[in-house]
């Protein structure tokens, strides 16, 4: 019997990717859902959305009926209602038989509101693109005028527009003589050119402000406390699909704002969906992309989706006759609104060499596939898995993984010292071998104190002394968020300010160091005292969650408050973080990529299935194993490289399997493998495995080609996968890969042993590749066998081919 689950899903894709009939009206909405009118000057756009029955939206402003319900309130022209009389109203829509309401409340209807530089001149200024890095806010200004980058010092800004250069800039008797004006219209030499119209409302709104004094602001101005962006998103067809976008702030005094021309607006992808200067999205080709929109110091973004036309959408595949995974629906139901269909399963022999290399990083061995092959029972994938992660070497492969999170890597000149490190990773071990769950593995770190060589976790306030740095390092580590841009300027492209910067550093302020008993030991332990300023006016900054309130450290550890809040269940960006990290790990790339880039601007791909598997792992116990048994298991991972005209291109949405260069350690430990060699490391033990190296200065040329971290941050990125020259340079005329080929001398040895060439053959092949030669391979390979000269030199034939099958990309990447 299929499940329930399996019908839905099934149900699902077929509606959505079926060839369209004429799509009739499913829903209609009308943003924004709640219209405000403040001032005489105050304005609100409207925008009119229609769902229809294939999922599609449609947006019908321009064509459905609107209609006011009391138009003495307000009035309504080209989609934009302004106010007339105080008093409450409704705005209605209606289209293909569909109706939504919002209520209009109008306030102070002959009241003109009071200009104000924060909340009205700083917005002109940043929508016109003053205060960026290529103008006014670079670092040195432009011109001989500076103003902070996007805005972080909003009073500066005003005294440097003031009261700068004499007053030259504003002229409160003569606004229109204002130098900042006459630049902004071209009407004397700009070097940023025209910016301004004497008739736009940025124009109105500066020149107001430079004709009533261009005064500061009231200490009580009100101030942007929240974004909406309407409607929540977009399903565009490819042929002509457009949407309209509104964006409304709330300001601190309850009013609201329609600041849709006054935001910076960015696509993600403006070659599928671009967006104009006033929030007008595009479709331009199949795909997705996330659509922000940036206004004072928030961020705010929603997905667009673009469609094939009717004409071009896919025909169904039939879903699998069995149970699905919930991660797996979310899946399916994602892909089913893009219109693309889902590569199959991979087979058993695809799987084995897949899932051994991803779980513990070595190919299985000709014994271990052919058993996994010959195993008759349904589950015997699941039973692989679970063999694999009682392996030791699952846990080699996640000290590796940690260690580069960490940074672990010696260092004489920072007394880093190879002991401490070689510690530092042991514990390291020992903690992931004892299945410690992941959020008291974290909070160890986060509250370690005493000695680098007696307590371990006591590196992680060693390998980063600065606070500023620790905090960033914590933050992009364990929360995936990018936080340096916030240490000079409110973040372009995301929510955070220089004040949550500063506060999240304030934790790690009290931080103390000192030598210990022996020189290569250092003391870590809380100081109790110890402060971060903030550089815009040099105070004190308070401990504060990031994205929440203040926090309550007195007579406490800084860092155990913030390891409690950072571990919590309902914190919500650690689970996220991690979880996501072991998605990308098996899947290769994260439902957010990269992994360390939660941002407003990079939104997931799926969040439903973000969401899911972090509410999986919280309910595990953060389990490790458990987590990654579950990933290993779901259709996504398991799917085949197989492309059809719906997925070839899709590399977000988990469609079909893209094939992955083994990274650097792996690709060594698995040459060793097929060539029964052992590697050697200057300085340490013999037969080490690549994996296990702890400290990230024990390398060799080979790992540093392949791009092995140097751990000298904690960037995802130091992690390269990418292949390139010198890696071809290396693999064809080194010495690593033919000098193991001579050491193991597997070829000549298997003919000793009495085995034909053919047997030869297969057997390097299962080793290399995981299959046997096809039948085109095997005829041309035991030719150039049979050929070689003199006959009993055909063992040298065998390590040519053994050399050229080390050289394969299907040799070199899991696929």
């Not at 004497?198 to 602001?217: C, K, L, M, N, V």
Request: net charge negative.
């Amino acid at each position: 019997m299929r499940s329930a689950r399996s019908l839905a899903a099934a149900l699902l894709v077929a509606a959505a990717i079926a060839p369209a009939a004429t799509a009739g009206v499913r829903a209609l909405r009308l943003d924004p859902p709640r219209i405000e009118l403040s001032s005489a000057d105050d304005r609100q756009t409207v925008v009119v959305q229609a769902t229809l029955d294939d999922g599609r939206t449609l947006d019908v402003t321009d064509r459905a009926r609107l209609r006011l319900d009391d138009p003495r309130r307000a009035a309504l022209v080209d989609r934009t209602l302004t106010p007339l009389l105080d008093g409450r109203t409704s705005l209605t829509a209606s289209y293909g038989g569909r109706t939504a309401t919002v209520s209009v409340t109008v306030t102070s209807a002959a009241a003109l509101r009071d200009v104000r530089f924060r909340s009205d001149v700083l917005p002109a200024l940043t929508a016109s693109g003053c205060n960026t890095g290529t103008c006014h806010g670079s670092a040195r200004g432009q011109d001989g005028f500076g103003l902070s980058l996007f805005g972080f010092d909003p009073e500066g800004d005003r005294r440097r527009i003031a009261l700068e250069r004499g007053s030259r800039r504003v002229h409160p008797a003569a606004p229109d003589e204002s130098l900042l004006l006459k630049k902004a219209l071209g009407a004397v030499p700009h070097t940023g050119g025209r910016l301004l119209d004497e008739r736009s409302p940025r124009y109105r709104t500066i020149r107001r402000w430079i004709a009533e004094g261009a005064r500061p602001d009231p200490v009580d101005v009100a101030v942007t406390t929240a974004l909406d962006l309407h409607p929540p998103g977009a399903v565009l067809d490819a042929e002509g699909g457009r949407q309209r976008f509104v964006l409304v702030a709330h300001l601190s005094d309850g009013s609201t704002r329609d600041v849709t021309r006054d935001a910076v607006w960015f696509s993600r992808d403006p070659a599928c969906a671009p967006v104009s200067a006033d929030g007008v999205v595009r479709a331009v080709r199949r795909g997705e992309s996330h659509v922000t929109a940036r206004y004072a110091t928030f961020t705010v973004g929603v997905p667009v989706l673009v469609v094939p036309t009717a004409a071009d959408r896919p025909a169904p595949d039939a879903t699998p006759e069995r149970a699905i995974d919930p991660l797996d629906a979310l899946v399916l139901e994602k892909l089913a609104r893009l219109r693309v269909r889902p590569a199959p399963r991979c087979d058993d022999e695809t799987f084995v060499r897949r899932v051994h290399l991803d779980l513990i990083g070595l190919p299985p061995t000709v014994e271990e596939r052919a058993a996994f092959l010959a195993d008759p029972r349904d589950d015997r994938r699941a039973r692989l898995v679970d063999r694999l992660l009682e392996r030791e070497e699952f846990v080699d492969l996640w000290v590796m993984e940690w260690s580069d999170m960490l940074g672990i890597r010696s260092d004489p000149r920072r007394n880093l010292s190879p002991k401490a490190m070689l510690r530092y990773g042991e514990w390291l071990e020992e903690r992931l071998r004892a299945d410690t769950p992941i959020d008291v593995l974290v909070r160890e770190l986060l509250t370690a104190d005493g000695s680098t060589l007696a307590d371990p976790p006591a590196n992680f306030y060693h390998v980063e002394p600065d606070p500023l740095k620790l905090a960033e390092n914590v933050a992009q580590s364990f929360l995936g968020m990018r936080l340096q841009c916030a240490q000079c300027h409110n973040h372009p492209f995301d929510r955070w300010t220089m004040d949550d910067y500063y506060g999240f550093a304030a934790f790690f302020a009290q931080v103390g160091r000192k030598s210990g008993a022996e020189p290569r030991e250092t003391i870590v332990f809380d100081r109790g005292t110890g402060d971060v300023k903030h550089p815009v006016g040099g105070a004190a900054v308070h401990p504060r969650f990031l994205g929440g309130a203040a926090a309550d450290v007195a007579g406490k550890d800084r860092r155990r408050v913030l390891a409690e809040w950072l571990t919590d269940g309902e914190n919500p960006y650690f689970a996220r973080s991690f979880v996501n990290r072991v998605w990308a790990r098996f899947l290769g790339v994260g439902v957010v990529e990269p992994v360390d880039d939660f941002r407003v601007s990079n939104p997931p791909s799926n969040e439903p299935l973000l969401d899911a598997l972090a509410a999986s792992f919280v309910t595990s116990g953060y389990d490790l194993r458990a987590l990654v048994r579950r990933i290993c298991l779901t259709d996504a991972y398991q799917r085949s490289t197989d492309a059809d005209e719906t997925n070839a291109l899709d590399r977000r949405n988990f469609a079909r399997r893209h094939p992955r260069r083994l990274r650097a350690e792996v690709l060594l430990d698995t040459i060793c493998r097929v060539t029964e060699t052992t590697p050697k490391f200057a300085g340490l033990p013999e037969g080490l495995r690549a994996v296990e190296l702890q400290d990230g200065a024990d390398t060799n040329e080979f790992l540093l080609t392949f791009g092995r971290p140097v751990r000298t941050t904690v960037c995802a990125c130091d992690v390269v996968m990418e292949p390139n020259l010198s890696q071809a340079l290396l693999l064809l005329n080194g010495t690593d890969v033919g000098a193991r080929i001579a050491e193991g001398d597997l070829p000549r040895r298997m003919l000793a042993e009495g085995r034909s060439p053919e047997e030869a053959l297969e057997e390097l092949y299962l080793r290399c590749l995981g299959r046997l030669p096809d039948d085109a391979e095997r005829a041309a390979l035991l030719a150039t066998v049979r050929d070689a000269q003199p006959e009993h030199e055909a063992h040298l034939a065998l390590e040519d081919v053994f050399w050229a099958l080390l050289n394969s990309k299907e040799f070199l990447f899991n696929h």
